[in-house]
């Protein structure tokens, strides 16, 4: 009687001292570089396959009205982390530094019990908060045998950089987070961005085939003054080559297009990252690139048919470094799958922002039309989402921490300005937002985007650029997707011309931007300039 009595104890006191399991979800963020929508099989535009991206989609959700609030890097990670505009956050462009002070969702998970996470690329100087560990990239990061900064100490890794971001996330899952509490991973791939560097094995994928210019390759600009002053064209004349701004401007023949010698003794630069490459990786690329190389300078191309060279060595190099981001979401959802934790484990794909693959002539992104504004976004968690869901609903990625929030049932703090989208990807509701909010302002920087703000609805967008040009344009995207034609001025729609107005002014206001703000930015910016920090901006005068 008294030995049962003590083991009754025992057991009581062992229960009651062990830590409870915390069955909240865990969260796998995936987020790529540039990723076009456009480039994931999923949206059936039919350039690509990306069978694993696919999988999250029809285990889940795909979304086909998902947003950024400023397309651009570091400015779209800041309102991710935060839930709060660029204005708010204070990251408003690639040049200003972020505080990494301030409050994040990754703080807020893990000061509730999460475990956390951030490897690969941020693009966000300083030692990230609210992780319990990361293994980042320094600014842009290399995609040949890249430095990562891991937790705070730089070291150099051999090896292609995706592969290193999938292994080094994998080896966190399995062997560096304390299994008894949810996780929060960030796996973060530096892909698809510039200059698009494949992986060996996929060096040569594409090569048979030839892919056609979007219908609006060869835009003429008409009633649209900022589109025509980009310096983002894939196939740009000699003279456009000889004028650009910044960091690269327009598709150059060495660094983008990989002619390893320049026929005009300009662009070294990709012939100076290869010797970054080890013999073996060299020899790879010298291999591959040599024989196509060789063959398009005895073809001696020329007008349209050079033009067509370049956009499809632009769009093979671009669409094979996906492949690799492909493979690796495969092997992580793998893990999941077979360590049982697929039922319990939100998965978010998504980009920092849309891309265009030659639309407008261009590729890129910044401006506030479609294919940058655009961001892809998949989602699967089986305890909630249906298979095979398809959101309509206008998100933005300043909806991604509140939503994380929710999931994780931490209250939202109140001046985040996001929405959780929980209850619209159940489908349990469907009252959201009918309007999203966009600002941009890296400028004059590289690809000279100007300085513009403006107001989606599921059918029009009003952009105002401003600063070194006093510009409105409003599209009517139903019958006019590809934003060709400018109706701002257009009599016909005099009314909605100014209804969006309004509801332009009434989320300025709602958000608590204005002309006072977007001003102070532009001084902030000027100031930065004459510090010598826009590279390749010393010069530029207004
Ligand atoms: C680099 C790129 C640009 C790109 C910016 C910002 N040139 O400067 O083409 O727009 O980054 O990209 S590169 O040839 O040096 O790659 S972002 O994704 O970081 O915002
Ligand atoms: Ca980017």
New binding site residues.
Partial sequence: MKNIFFLTLTFLLLFFSCDKIDERPNILFIMS??HAYQAVSAYGYNLNNTPNIDRIAKEGAIFKNGFVTNS???PSRAVMLTGKHSFVNGKVD?IQDFNWDQDSFAKQLQASGYQTALIGKI?LRGLPQGFDYSAVLPG?GHYYNPDFIVNGVMERIQGYVTTITTHLSLDWLKNKREKNKPFLLLYHQKAP???WQSEEKYLTLFDDKTFDFPSNFFDNYKGRPAAAAQEMMIAASEEQLAVTHG??GHGRWG?DFKLLTDPFGRDTRFAKELERFTPEQKEAWLNAYTPKNEAMRAANLKGKDLALWKFNRYLKDYLRTIQSVDDGVGEVLDYLDQNGLSENTIVVYTS?QGFYLGEHGWF?KRFMYEESLRTPILMKYPKEIKPGSEINELIQNLDFAPTFLDYANVEKPSDIQGESFRKIVSKESSEWRDAIYYTYYEYPS??MVKRHYGVRTDRYKLIHFYYDIDKWEMYDLKNDPSEMNNIYDDPAFTEIKNQMHKRLSKLRIKYGDSDEMDKMHLDRYLGAINAGKVWGIKEWKK
Avoid: K, S, W
């Fill in positions: 570089d540039d651009i890097c570091a690639n693009h842009q961005h510039r200059n960091q690269g660094h920092d890129d590289v690809h």
